[in-house]
């Protein structure tokens, strides 16, 4: 990572959250309440933790405005900037927001996930300890936080199949992804390059894995926590 600058981060934040029911009927989902703090507060706090300061863009979509208005341009350390579609976009789109104004590499976080510190350190220090990959990505064992996250079949060091949509089983040699990668140059020039209609992350990286790309991982053994549904949200606090 370059010392002489902050860590450049993309934080995707613009879904409707449906799977929460109506407590998302007027709220976005990273703003609501875990362990006294909204989500993305937790997000934030724990890059601060991680690196010191960052370079922090959110794309955002459904009640945006919410998200400006609690953390506005900066928290502590961290400056952030705002994309924004007001549509019901898939992670892919919502990614390509901040093409313009975002440099590559990047860490690209969900705001509705919550990992440590150390996990997030780890993680782009081993896109830099293995370089020619064009994306890391944080995986885990500890799949039942989201069983509805995609799977991703590993060799080695080395991502050789993404499987989505997610599945509750797995076999072994596969690992649960947390949506949370970092990426190298090119990555939205290779974004762009997908089929128009193929939405999902996954089923981009099986066509990069096609096309020749490298995508390696780190295999996180922290805890985590993943907001979908009403049950998530009963955590009296956040422990690594």
Not at 67 to 75: D, E, L, P, S, Y
Not at 117 to 123: D, F, K, M
Request: hydrophobic fraction near 40%; glycine fraction near 10%.
């Amino acid at each position: 990572m370059d010392a002489l600058r902050p860590l450049r981060v993309l934080i995707v934040a613009g879904g409707r959250g449906v799977r929460m029911g109506s407590l998302t009927d007027n709220q976005q989902k990273c703003l609501m309440t875990v362990a006294g703090r909204p989500v993305l507060e937790h997000v934030l706090n724990n890059l601060q933790k991680a690196f010191g300061s960052a370079e922090v863009v959110i794309a955002t979509g459904y009640y945006n405005h919410l998200i400006k208005q609690c953390f506005g341009n900066r928290f502590g350390k961290i400056p952030i900037r705002y994309v924004h579609d007001p549509n019901l976009i898939g992670v892919k789109r919502r990614i390509l927001l901040a093409e313009k104004i975002c440099e590559e590499p990047l860490l690209v976080l969900p705001g509705d996930v919550i990992v440590s510190p150390h996990s997030l350190r780890e993680l782009v220090s081993e896109y830099y300890r293995n370089p020619g990959h064009l994306a890391t990505l944080l995986l885990t064992k500890e799949h039942a936080q989201a069983p509805t996250h995609g799977l991703k079949e590993v060799a080695g060091s080395e991502i050789v199949r993404s499987v989505y949509p997610g599945i509750k089983e797995w076999e072994e040699g596969q690992l649960r992804a947390t949506g949370i990668f970092y990426v190298g140059k090119g990555f939205f020039e290779f974004l762009q390059s997908t089929p128009p209609e193929m939405e999902a992350l996954s089923g981009s990286i099986n066509f990069g894995l096609e096309k020749g790309f490298k995508f390696n991982f780190h295999r996180m053994t922290d805890c985590w926590y993943h907001f979908a549904v009403p049950q998530d949200l009963e955590v009296e606090s956040i422990v690594f």
